[in-house]
């Protein structure tokens, strides 16, 4: 306690973060979302997964998720600090020395990486691997400023935690797999586009040529409803395979009527309706697609739960 | 001598350094765990640090050649 009174009054420096600095840095919200869906994957797959094993796969999936997520607010602390929705971030607000972010991303990396091979196999570890290696190198350094197909393109990053899930618990990947995968690379697209629909003015600040930027809110309202359109079968079609029965299709119908409903909705109001409302309708379709994507998996996990008992499947 | 409350600068180091500690101590017991999981899930397994066991490693059944037993000439005849 000697050494109390030369700290008297100072400031923090980006050395004495806390721990939920560093718990931040590795985005616990879009954690969240990886460990869900990639609990899914693990559990619907036809495996015979010790606990252990499933809790540990889990937990190195969401350890790499997060790594990346680190690697991600390193290279984006520029951008980070001009956007309202992201300047509080560790980085950006001063919390965190950027070097520290990116140390602590390549050494989470690494350890993910060689703990789910250890407590999976090498094929899962490789494609956490490559997630990581997508989200940080493919989408963060080069399409998030480059393309406003970037969304596109690197949400891939986003699906495949189902996947490496499945590869995980069997050691290969298979139609059900991939269905997982392009349900979310397809919900991608108008959940981030309607996120930018009332956000316009964040990415318009930071340069990053989102489709509202580079196209106009009219295109980008046209792409939410064209996406919107093209995830339709896909949903339905992951449904309709052994993932799903006919508890999953019910619920896939109703969540894609739903989800058109709003994608028509946004597409056919006008600039003068959605400041008339603040963006309600937008708001409310971002809200919704969480929804949608989350009732998805839970659908096909009640599904696997059902075809336990001898109930639900094809 | 008065003791000096704690800086806010000591408190956010320690939250840094317990959840350290107690991530660290969560990851032992993790790979502890998934040790016993997976040497009890194994095949048999030789360890040869010591006295080799060769009984104790499994090896390939060889197939052995079918032997033609030689017809034995009962008393009792044909």
């Known amino acids: ?9 100072a400031t ?17 919200r879009v954690m969240s979302l990886v460990v869900f869906t990639a609990l899914v994957g693990l559990l619907v797959a036809p495996s015979g997964l010790h606990p252990v094993e499933i809790f540990a796969a889990l937990l190195f999936i969401a350890l790499g998720a997060g790594a990346a997520g680190a690697l991600n607010m390193w290279w984006d602390a520029d951008i980070d600090a001009v956007m309202a929705r992201t300047a509080r971030r560790p980085v950006p607000s001063g919390r965190l020395a950027a070097g520290d972010a990116l140390a602590i991303g390549l050494a989470l990396s690494g350890i993910s990486i060689v703990m789910l091979g250890l407590a999976a196999n090498l094929a899962a570890a490789a494609l956490l691997a490559f997630t990581i290696f997508f989200y940080a190198v493919v989408y963060s350094m080069w399409l998030k400023r480059a393309t406003p197909q970037n969304i596109v393109i690197g949400g891939a990053a986003g699906a495949f935690p189902p996947v490496i899930g499945w590869v995980a618990a069997t050691g290969s990947v298979s139609l059900e797999a991939l269905l997982m995968f392009a349900l979310i690379f397809m919900w991608t697209p108008p959940h981030f586009w309607a996120l930018a629909l009332f956000m316009k003015d964040d990415y318009h600040t930071a ?8 196209h106009g809110r009219r295109a980008t309202r046209l792409h939410v409803l064209v996406y919107t359109l093209l995830l339709v079968p896909v949903a339905l079609g992951a449904a309709l395979t052994a993932l799903g029965g006919p508890f999953t299709l019910a619920v896939s119908v109703a969540l894609n009527l739903w989800f058109v409903a709003g994608a028509v909705r946004i597409w056919r109001r006008d600039e003068a309706a959605a ?13 919704f697609s969480l929804l949608y994507l989350f009732l998805h998996f839970a659908a096909f996990l009640v599904e696997a739960t059902l075809r336990s008992f001898g109930l639900g499947g094809w | 001598m008065q003791l000096r409350p704690t800086h806010e600068l000591h408190l956010r180091r320690f939250s ?19 040790t ?22 499994p090896t390939p059944a060889v197939p052995t050649p079918a032997v033609p037993t030689p017809a ?4 009792e005849g044909p």
């Open chain 2, 16 to 34: 840094r350094n317990l959840g350290l500690g107690l991530t660290l101590a969560a990851f032992v017991v993790l790979v502890f765990a998934l």
């Open chain 1, 1 to 9: 306690m000697s050494d109390i009174g030369a700290y008297q009054g």
């Open chain 1, 275 to 287: 400041a008339a409302d603040r963006n309600a309708a937008e708001k409310a379709f971002f809200r």
């Open chain 1, 12 to 28: 923090p420096t980006p050395q004495d973060a806390g721990f939920g600095d560093y718990v931040e840095l590795l985005k616990p």
């Open chain 2, 72 to 75: 034995v000439p009962t008393e």
């Open chain 1, 207 to 214: 340069g990053v040529p989102m489709l509202t930027v580079t």
């Open chain 2, 36 to 57: 016993v999981v997976k040497i009890g899930r194994g095949a048999p397994m030789q360890g040869y640090g010591q006295a080799v066991q060769p009984q104790a490693v």
